[in-house]
């Protein structure tokens, strides 16, 4: 037998860690000196050390380990126990893996621009919201304005006055279609009643990848072409219209008008090899 020293030095495990494996039961030492304390190991604890490092490494807990130890768990429960924690390790590769293409990303940016990147794009699961909103095909984006003016006095007939949020849900931009294709969108706190144009719904619950624009019209594209980028390089695909909430300013700020538009792209999660697999 062998001195927990010694069997420390054999096993590369610190002493530390054998006391605390010995102190929540998962390897009590084959004999404990009564008069001095000292513990010592038989070489048959080995296989058991083993199992419990090998158990760790795949990422259980100590709780989880006692019972397999112990040969407590039939082996179709085991089986599962396994089959959970690989779907875990692959879950936390993919996420490891898209913090890396971004840190890539930015790295990419920077040493292109010499700068931070202006954008910071979250991804965020939008709950279903009440909205009222009228839908038009338009010439011109300035055309969206009415739009909203149309809504607001819906709303106003009803004594309701917008708590805040404007947004455009834009099917169709210039380029894409012969007409712009806009659907204006006031969010609700209370229902009120649908008009002839006007639309009272329940606008449904997505993933979206979100991020800030502050400033002009004219700047506006980069940021578009910042979340086109984010969202391939994080692996996914773009799922819906493009939705613009306008936190100051208004969709007919114009160029000469500073605003702050959070701009969200709905997104699907494009299937990887690395989360393929039973």
């Given at each position: 037998?062998?001195?927990?020293?010694?069997?420390?030095?054999?096993?590369?495990?610190?002493?530390?860690?054998?006391?605390?494996?010995?102190?929540?039961?998962?390897?009590?030492?084959?004999?404990?000196?009564?008069?001095?304390?000292?513990?010592?190991?038989?070489?048959?604890?080995?296989?058991?050390?083993?199992?419990?490092?090998?158990?760790?490494?795949?990422?259980?807990?100590?709780?989880?380990?006692?019972?397999?130890?112990?040969?407590?768990?039939?082996?179709?429960?085991?089986?599962?126990?396994?089959?959970?924690?690989?779907?875990?390790?692959k879950n936390n590769i993919g996420r490891e893996q898209a913090r890396l293409a971004q840190v890539e990303m930015w790295l990419g940016k920077m040493q292109q621009e010499g700068r931070v990147p202006d954008y910071e794009i979250v991804l965020r699961r939008?709950?279903?919201?009440?909205?009222?909103?009228?839908?038009?095909?338009?010439?011109?984006?300035?055309?969206?304005?009415?739009?909203?003016?149309?809504?607001?006095?819906?709303?106003?007939?009803?004594?309701?006055?917008?708590?805040?949020?404007?947004?455009?849900?834009?099917?169709?931009?210039?380029?894409?279609?012969e007409r712009i294709d806009c659907e204006a969108v006031v969010f609700l706190n209370r229902p009120v009643p649908a008009g002839k144009?006007?639309?009272?719904?329940?606008?449904?619950?997505?993933?979206?990848?979100?991020?800030?624009?502050?400033?002009?019209?004219?700047?506006?594209?980069?940021?578009?072409?910042?979340?086109?980028?984010?969202?391939?390089?994080?692996?996914?695909?773009?799922?819906?219209?493009?939705?613009?909430?306008?936190?100051?300013?208004?969709?007919?700020?114009?160029?000469?008008?500073?605003?702050?538009?959070?701009?969200?792209?709905?997104?699907?999660?494009?299937?990887?090899?690395?989360?393929?697999?039973?």
């Open positions: 037998m062998f001195r927990i020293g010694a069997f420390s030095r054999l096993s590369q495990v610190s002493v530390k860690t054998l006391r605390f494996y010995d102190e929540v039961g998962l390897l009590k030492p084959s004999f404990v000196d009564a008069a001095t304390g000292y513990r010592y190991y038989a070489a048959n604890l080995l296989p058991r050390l083993n199992r419990i490092l090998v158990l760790k490494d795949l990422g259980f807990s100590l709780d989880e380990i006692a019972p397999l130890l112990a040969g407590e768990i039939p082996v179709s429960e085991v089986q599962e126990l396994l089959l959970l924690k690989r779907a875990e390790l939008i709950a279903p919201q009440l909205v009222a909103s009228v839908r038009e095909s338009l010439g011109s984006y300035d055309e969206a304005a009415e739009l909203f003016t149309e809504l607001n006095h819906h709303l106003k007939n009803y004594n309701y006055n917008a708590y805040g949020q404007h947004a455009a849900v834009w099917y169709a931009c210039a380029g894409q279609a144009r006007i639309t009272v719904y329940q606008f449904p619950a997505s993933v979206n990848a979100c991020m800030i624009h502050q400033g002009s019209d004219e700047t506006i594209t980069q940021a578009y072409h910042a979340a086109h980028s984010w969202i391939k390089t994080q692996g996914y695909a773009i799922a819906g219209s493009l939705c613009e909430l306008y936190w100051q300013g208004s969709v007919d700020s114009g160029n000469d008008g500073f605003s702050v538009t959070e701009i969200r792209y709905p997104v699907l999660k494009l299937q990887t090899p690395a989360s393929v697999g039973n």
